[in-house]
């Protein structure tokens, strides 16, 4: 299978683009094959290796974060005006117990805060068993967060729209949302992250924060699996919790902290387990939640897993300078092809949102951004998150591949057969 997959993805130069023979064939077998499944109207000529064969979904990850400061309703808006399909919002509680959009608890990389507060009003407290000293969000009111303004975190993106934008509620990126949806007539879904889910449960109580989004979340959407929205979290105690609390699709995230030269992943703590189960005492690793077994609990109580990309397609470092640039970089890996993960999540029924594409960062075995990301929605994954939402769409519009006609319809077939476990028979369904 994964050869099958290297030969799809490797030849990167003249013809990656290109339509070839073999794919006429396929794309005809695939449209007569749709055509009498009565798809046509929906799938069209163009057909993915998705879980359902549906287009791969453009997530923009923190707005577009790699243009503007991140988690703002400026940086969601760009990225809904470049064609996002979801905006992701991280999602962490003030100390009255607002949701604010950050991806920190803390307010200290990403915003004035030491300019307009004083060193006493930092805090330490232990965030994943790491005890860090900060500007905590839990230690300020709402009124006080909205006081600050924003700032680009990356030294290397634009610092121009530093100081301009504020924090926003959770309810203010939802209605951002709904607002573009009537303006656009796209579906502009939105994708947020219960960040540090037994941090927040210590300070405010158990599940205070999933309890929050939730009702938040019905409010808006309703609680339905058709809704335009996905949770997501790295921790798997709280899922499993959120699946017994709403239908809305749940999506398990998947860490490690680096990527060896052999591309295997590197698990070192806090980036090796899931921190529940630390507290837990579980010793699973996160690539343990990767194995055939650790994907079929997930599909007990989530619609999909968010890995980080190189559980999804294996680089090595060989020494090789591919792009002969004069220097070794994580761009020169050999690309050796899927891990395997993507395909056998998709037999487990679960979707595959991989993170995170950056065109300034973290390119494995490619110097092209759109090449990066083509290469993952040309293996199958249903959706990215970038930075660089416009770049994202393009290398969705640029793969001409259609999937296997076969694989996509029974994918469909998987797809409505292998739904998660959402409650208990006889639960009452609210
Ligand atoms: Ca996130
Ligand atoms: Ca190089």
């Known amino acids: 299978m994964s050869r099958l997959y290297k030969s799809q993805i490797t030849p990167f130069g003249a013809g990656f683009y290109g339509t070839t023979r073999m794919n006429i064939v396929k794309q005809t077998a695939v449209i007569a094959a749709l055509a009498t499944a009565g798809l046509m109207g929906q799938a069209q000529a163009q057909t993915w290796n998705t879980l359902g064969g549906a287009a791969p979904i453009i997530i923009a990850h923190r707005g577009a974060s790699g243009l503007l400061p991140e988690h703002t309703l400026a940086a969601y808006a760009k990225a809904i005006e470049q064609g996002a399909d979801f905006i992701e919002p991280d999602v962490v509680l003030t100390k009255d117990g607002v949701m604010i959009a950050r991806h920190e608890p803390v307010l200290d990389g990403t915003?004035?805060?030491?300019?307009?507060?004083?060193?006493?009003?930092?805090?330490?407290?232990?965030?994943?068993?790491?005890?860090t000293k900060a500007y905590f969000a839990s230690d300020f009111t709402l009124a006080e967060i909205k006081t600050l303004r924003t700032i680009q975190p990356r030294a290397s993106r634009?610092?121009?729209?530093?100081?301009?934008?504020?924090?926003?509620?959770?309810?203010?990126?939802?209605?951002?949302?709904?607002?573009?949806?009537?303006?656009?007539?796209?579906?502009?879904?939105?994708?947020?992250?219960?960040?540090?889910?037994?941090?927040?449960?210590?300070?405010?109580?158990?599940?205070?924060?999933?309890?929050?989004?939730?009702?938040?979340?019905?409010?808006?959407?309703?609680?339905?699996?058709?809704?335009?929205?996905?949770?997501?979290?790295?921790?798997?105690?709280?899922?499993?919790?959120?699946?017994?609390?709403?239908?809305?699709?749940?999506?398990?995230?998947?860490?490690?902290?680096?990527?060896?030269?052999?591309?295997?992943?590197?698990?070192?703590?806090?980036?090796?387990?899931?921190?529940?189960?630390?507290?837990?005492?579980?010793?699973?690793?996160?690539?343990d939640l990767l194995t055939k077994a650790g994907l079929a609990e997930i599909a007990t109580y989530a619609d999909g897993i968010g890995p980080w990309k190189p559980?999804?397609?294996?680089?090595?470092?060989?020494?090789?300078?591919?792009?002969?640039?004069?220097?070794?970089?994580?761009?020169?890996?050999?690309?050796?092809?899927?891990?395997?993960?993507?395909?056998?999540?998709?037999?487990?029924?679960?979707?595959?949102?991989?993170?995170?594409?950056?065109?300034?960062?973290?390119?494995?075995?490619?110097t092209d951004p759109a090449l990066e990301i083509a290469t993952y929605l040309k293996l199958g994954v249903d959706g990215v998150?970038?930075?660089?939402?416009?770049?994202?769409?393009?290398?969705?519009?640029?793969?001409?591949?259609?999937?296997?006609?076969?694989?996509?319809?029974?994918?469909?077939?998987?797809?409505?057969?292998?739904?998660?476990?959402?409650?208990?028979?006889?639960?009452a369904k609210s």
């Open 111 to 131: 915003t004035d805060v030491a300019s307009k507060f004083g060193a006493d009003r930092q805090t330490t407290r232990v965030l994943d068993g790491v005890s």
């Open 311 to 366: 559980y999804l397609l294996k680089t090595v470092d060989d020494g090789v300078d591919r792009d002969g640039d004069g220097v070794i970089t994580a761009s020169d890996r050999r690309i050796d092809g899927s891990t395997g993960v993507i395909e056998a999540a998709h037999e487990a029924g679960l979707l595959v949102h991989a993170y995170t594409f950056r065109d300034d960062a973290g390119k494995y075995g490619v």
């Open 158 to 287: 634009d610092q121009s729209f530093n100081g301009l934008y504020e924090i926003p509620t959770l309810q203010e990126v939802v209605n951002l949302a709904k607002a573009k949806s009537v303006q656009t007539g796209r579906s502009i879904g939105i994708y947020p992250e219960v960040k540090h889910s037994a941090f927040h449960s210590a300070i405010f109580g158990a599940r205070v924060l999933e309890d929050k989004l939730v009702s938040t979340l019905h409010a808006a959407y309703g609680n339905s699996a058709a809704a335009p929205v996905f949770i997501q979290s790295f921790e798997v105690s709280n899922l499993k919790y959120l699946n017994g609390q709403t239908n809305l699709r749940l999506v398990q995230l998947v860490d490690a902290d680096d990527v060896k030269p052999d591309g295997s992943l590197s698990l070192v703590a806090p980036y090796a387990q899931p921190y529940d189960f630390v507290l837990g005492g579980d010793p699973r690793t996160f690539a």
């Open 385 to 427: 998150f970038t930075d660089f939402t416009a770049t994202g769409v393009a290398a969705r519009s640029a793969v001409p591949e259609p999937g296997v006609a076969l694989l996509c319809l029974a994918g469909l077939a998987v797809a409505a057969g292998m739904k998660r476990q959402r409650r208990a028979p006889g639960e």
